[in-house]
């Protein structure tokens, strides 16, 4: 039989106990999960492994549009608007490495955060609605 394209990626290697334990010692090395942690800052200032999505980022403020983002738990959602908090908060330094830093304008711009597992309804709102209405004097 002739060879099929590909037939040496499907062998299966064989490691001694030597390669193994070398192996497992650079793992060491690699970047840490973030299996507990959802904030950007925390994340890059800790080198835990952060995948690039600052790309598509950048494609929805540019859209200028309003967003509507519906994920299932654990998804993301409080990474992504962690990073965009720090993107408009001004935090270059934490934004090295990444498509973003220097495709950005950076400049500080004001942010209203409201973390809703942490909500007072009613104080919030009413706190909300003094910084609003001295913000746009309503």
Known sequence: MGNCVG?????VKKY?????FLM?????KLQKLPVTESG???LR???MLYVDKTERMLELINKGSYLFLSRPRRFGKSLLIN?????????KTLFEDLYIYDKWE???HG???LDFPKFCIIEELRILRIILSNYFKI
């Open 40 to 42: 950007f800052e925390a």
């Open 24 to 28: 497992l010692a650079n793992m060491k």
């Open 16 to 20: 001694s106990n030597c390669q193994l």
């Open 106 to 108: 950076w400049e500080e």
């Open 7 to 11: 037939e040496e990626s499907r062998k």
């Open 83 to 91: 990073t965009l908090k720090a993107l408009f908060e001004n935090k």
């Open 111 to 113: 942010v209203i955060h």
């Open 45 to 47: 200032k800790q080198n």
